[in-house]
């Protein structure tokens, strides 16, 4: 399974894209994660249902400087991504 997800709020120059990663990859998850012109974070992430909302609610409840007012998210088809890597 692979959901594309966007990310509003406090969430860029806040290390909001390393937590993204870091969060996935100890999920074992494969995507990515980048950056949006708007101020937003978007990114998409494969790997069972179960993680998948793992990462989903841990980006809702992030700790620290960042904050996410709003986080919208859908499934896409999967890819043959081997790593999570910021963009």
């Not at 120059?13 to 993204?20: D, K, L, N, P």
């Not at 494969?30 to 978007?42: A, Q, T």
Request: glycine share 14%.
């Amino acid at each position: 399974m692979r959901v594309y997800f966007k990310a509003g709020g406090r969430v860029q120059g806040v290390g909001f894209r390393w937590f993204v990663r870091d969060s996935a990859l100890a999920l074992g998850l494969k995507g990515w994660v980048r950056n949006l012109p708007g101020g937003d974070v978007e990114g998409e992430a494969q790997g069972q249902a179960g993680k998948l909302e793992r990462l989903l609610a841990e980006l809702r409840d992030c700790r620290g400087p960042a904050r996410v007012d709003e986080l919208k998210h859908y499934e896409v088809p999967e890819t043959a991504d081997e790593n999570f890597e910021i963009r």
